[in-house]
């Protein structure tokens, strides 16, 4: 499998490319560099691998929940690079992305629990619970926007870990979510090659969807919409 995929969801870009379960990618922090940095990432990639775009098998890119800029970004990039090259794009959960980089790094077992918090201003977290299972994130309930006071974590699970820069809030979580943590990690943010092995194990389950229906997932749009004046 060959398998392209992009992150501008938070403020790092990064893509990587899979080739047979082999990931390479490029990462850097860049807050408003997405647009320079993502393109020339891609073409380095395939260029290492003396690759033509032509040979991908899929795309994946982080869907969100995360920067609206930088999920219009990646979106426009790869419903672009979907219709030229007519192949299926694999959506990852932005939030599932930094629980997968928790699993990696923290060498988490079996039945752990990741709990990932992102800042989504207006004074709101994004908040999504998973539990580690053969090594990818399962997700447990919904992924959500909330007030920092209102986030929980989802049982049954023995052994919690948080992830994401959302954690920088964690003086207004609930007691009882905190003093759940086993340690926390704010340095994480969704990566490309996390994204690239979530999407890849879901590709070969039959996942992927075309470039027109490759959306953002902004989570807060619903409500946003319904407080548009008239509607």
């Known amino acids: 499998m060959k398998l392209l995929a992009l992150d501008t969801s938070s403020e790092g870009c990064s893509a990587a490319l899979l080739v047979d379960g082999s990931v390479t990618e490029r990462f850097e922090f860049a807050p408003r560099g997405h647009t320079r940095l993502l393109m020339p990432m891609v073409r380095e990639l395939l260029a290492e691998q003396g690759m033509m775009p ?3 098998d899929a795309l994946a890119f982080a869907c969100g929940p995360g ?5 219009r970004i990646a979106t426009g990039v790869v419903q ?3 219709y030229g090259l007519d192949v299926p794009v694999v959506p990852v959960s932005s939030l599932a992305a930094v629980a997968a980089d928790a699993i990696f790094r923290s060498s988490l077992a079996e039945g752990d629990g990741i709990a990932v918090a992102f800042d989504a201003r207006m004074g709101e977290v994004y908040w999504g619970c998973y539990v580690c299972r053969d090594g990818q994130p399962e997700l447990v309930g919904d992924e959500r926007v909330c007030a920092p006071e209102s986030v929980a974590l989802a049982p049954p699970v023995t052994r919690w870990f948080g992830a994401g820069q959302g ?4 003086d207004r979580f609930p007691a009882a979510v905190t003093g ?4 926390i990690d704010l340095s994480l943010v969704p990566r490309a090659s996390r994204v690239a092995e979530i999407a890849a194990s879901a ?3 039959g996942a992927g969807v075309s470039a027109a229906q490759a959306q953002p997932v ?3 749009d619903e409500v ?3 407080k548009l004046p008239g509607r």
Request: hydrophobic share 50%; no cysteine.
């Open 54 to 56: 032509a040979q991908l």
């Open 67 to 71: 920067s609206f800029t930088g999920l």
């Open 80 to 82: 672009g690079l979907a």
């Open 167 to 170: 954690w920088e809030l964690q």
């Open 180 to 183: 759940a943590m086993t340690t």
């Open 203 to 205: 590709f070969r389950e």
């Open 218 to 220: 902004y989570i807060r």
């Open 224 to 226: 946003a919409w319904k």
